[in-house]
């Protein structure tokens, strides 16, 4: 499903016109990007969670050369799913 499907899905679950649930998927997903960036986290119960971790620096190699490269550290959105999503899917 891409961004497209999504607001059409969304419209229609929840009886909305398309610009509206559009707005309001871009308006989620700014916040959960906002909130990520400070630090934060955004917990949505049953769902799940988005957070942030940081990976260290590493050293890796260059598959064609086979020359060692430096890795910098840096950080990553992650996103736990909560109980009832992983049982939604599982069923």
């Given at each position: 499903?891409?961004?497209?499907?999504?607001?059409?899905?969304?419209?229609?679950?929840?009886?909305?016109?398309?610009?509206?649930?559009?707005?309001?998927?871009?308006?989620?997903?700014n916040?959960?990007?906002?909130?990520?960036?400070?630090?934060?986290?955004?917990?949505?119960?049953?769902?799940?969670?988005?957070?942030?971790?940081?990976?260290k620096?590493?050293?890796?190699?260059?598959?064609?050369?086979?020359?060692?490269?430096?890795?910098?550290?840096?950080?990553?959105?992650?996103?736990?799913?909560?109980?009832?999503?992983?049982?939604?899917?599982?069923?």
């Amino acid at each position: 499903m891409n961004k497209s499907e999504l607001v059409s899905a969304v419209a229609k679950e929840a009886d909305l016109p398309q610009t509206k649930a559009q707005a309001a998927i871009e308006a989620m997903t700014n916040v959960i990007k906002t909130t990520l960036k400070s630090g934060s986290e955004v917990r949505l119960v049953g769902f799940g969670t988005f957070s942030v971790s940081d990976r260290k620096a590493t050293t890796g190699r260059n598959p064609r050369t086979g020359e060692a490269i430096k890795i910098p550290a840096s950080k990553r959105p992650t996103f736990k799913a909560g109980k009832e999503l992983k049982d939604a899917v599982n069923k």
